[in-house]
């Protein structure tokens, strides 16, 4: 930002209005993935720190229009302003349980999908997920719901408490509830303790180096771990890309990891591979 003021305006704008128009063309776009199965899912292991057993994976979306594949980071943003993430996260759920029921029958992992704020505002929602399950016959207790900390407490005192009820009858059933990104946002203890609540994710952005270069996401990760041990959670380090991290997150007592050292997200059928090959955890 070199000159100041207006001439910064008028040099953005037609940045700002191409953007925008990208948006546009993406939203619509967006609108036919279904339809035209361009949306995938892709997995990614989630392993316990200790015997590298894999006790479970995360579905993670993709979509690949004609185009050239569009990251989630990109559209998930979108489909949340559109809506569109109502219709593609039932998507989502039904194609990551029909697939994890698959591997289930010989492989003891649970299944972890993301859930947007936008998808738990629906009344229908416990419903959607509970005949998803009963469809493909995965057993509620082999399911994860992820849902980040600004999703559980951003949408507003009166629709907090509505999506706290909704997420209470789905654990009645014993599905399971992970806060995302655990950190990033503003949830203090005490309201972590009201919240239905079973897994917490520390962010990547806290999963500590070896190289000692930042002792505060050290101590962040060590607090968060003596957190779950407190609320009686477990947890789940982010985002750990080397042997140091891992045998880091293990001299802190994290029993649970993810990330690129152990194995990257990957279509269905390679993990179905990875698992016959891996001990049943
Ligand atoms: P997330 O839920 O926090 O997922 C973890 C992201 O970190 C994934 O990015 C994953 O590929 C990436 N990752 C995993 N291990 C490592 C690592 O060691 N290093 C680094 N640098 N990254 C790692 P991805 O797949 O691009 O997804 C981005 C975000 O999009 C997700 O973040 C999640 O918030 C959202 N998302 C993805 N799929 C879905 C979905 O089906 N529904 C909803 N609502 N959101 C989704
Ligand atoms: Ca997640
Ligand atoms: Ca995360
Ligand atoms: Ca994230």
Redo the contacts with the bound molecule.
Sequence with gaps: AKGAGKNCVVAYEPRMRADRLNLTRLAAGLRHAIGRRELA??Y?PVVELASGAVIGV?????WTPETGAV???TF?PI??ETGL?VP??TW?LQQACRDAVSWHRYHDTVLT????AR?LREPDFPQTVLDTLRDSGLPPSALIL?I?ETALLAVGAVETRRVIARLEELRRHGIRIAV??FGTGYSSLSYLRHLPVDIL?I??AFTPDSDGDSAENAAFTRAILQLGRTLDLNTIA????TAGQARLLQEMECQLA????FA??MPATALAQLLAGSPAG
Aim: aromatic share 2%; proline share 8%; net charge negative.
């Design positions: 899912l892709h990614q995360e579905a993670l979306l993709r990251p989630p980071t998930i489909a949340e993430i593609i996260g989502v999908v993301n859930v947007s998808q992820e980040t995302d990104d994710k962010d990547r982010e985002g750990v890309e993810q990330g690129y050292h990257r997200p």
